[in-house]
């Protein structure tokens, strides 16, 4: 399968904490991008990280890439309960997305 | 803001239909998708189309065929439906102007099918 993964599949934190995704792919990317899917919705993106970045930033999120290990994190900061949704980590593969399979996070307030 | 939308949000069709499902943008992207999403399997993609008239096989296209006679409409059309294709559709669209197929995807708010 081509398909990336993430971990955890399913995470459960308190209002105010972090949540930290992490996802893996398995061939080279033009670029990792994440996005959002609020229950039963379609996706919304999040933010891109090229492959010669290392690092960015978008608001409360934080988002790295290591080429070396074909892995990226999502890092949300001082999350809400408007932050419940799952979250897909997509590798742009030659113009194609190839999806993870999402990780479902659940905020508490 | 980019709008894609979707003719439906839920269909129900019988074993052996034909289904339509139409996608439409309004911002003039050149490249159209569909995916299917099941649960633990995320999103796979079933067919895309770089430009009008364009189509390409994606990860599963077996049972489904596109349509793309214009640039705004996308249509997936399942000839034979199965009870095996019921699933939530999401269409999404990608412009390829300046960076060319680096861009992030617009996505429609999905159809979710249910074939008895």
């Known amino acids: 399968s081509q398909q990336g993964e993430e971990d955890p599949q399913a995470l459960s934190i308190q209002e105010g904490e972090n949540a930290t995704m992490n996802c893996s792919y398995k061939t080279s990317i033009n670029n990792l991008q994440w996005y959002r899917q609020n229950s039963g919705r379609g996706l919304v993106h999040l933010i891109l990280?090229?492959?010669?970045?290392r690092e960015k930033h978008s608001g409360r999120l934080r988002v790295t890439l290591d080429t070396s290990k074909k892995s990226s994190s999502l890092l949300i900061t001082a999350s809400r309960a408007a932050d419940t949704a799952s979250y897909f980590c997509a590798s742009n593969q030659g113009g194609k997305l190839i999806f993870g399979q999402g990780t479902e996070l659940s905020v508490k307030p | 803001d980019v709008k894609v939308t979707q003719s439906s949000r839920y269909l129900v069709k019988r074993t052996g239909e034909k289904v339509f499902l139409e996608c439409v943008q309004d911002?003039?992207?050149?490249?159209m998708f569909w995916y299917r999403q099941d649960p633990g399997l995320g999103l796979r993609l079933i067919y895309f189309s770089y430009d009008v008239k364009m189509k390409e096989k994606g990860d599963i296209p077996e049972g489904y065929s596109v349509s793309r006679e214009k640039k705004e409409r996308f249509s997936l059309i399942l000839e034979s439906a199965s009870t095996n294709q019921t699933s939530m559709y999401l269409c999404?669209?990608?412009?390829?102007?300046?960076?060319?197929?680096?861009?992030?995807?617009?996505f429609g708010p999905g159809t979710r099918l249910t074939v008895t």
């Open positions: 999404a669209s990608r412009s390829t102007a300046g960076t060319g197929f680096e861009k992030e995807q617009y």
């Open positions: 990280i090229r492959s010669n970045e």
């Open positions: 911002m003039d992207h050149e490249n």
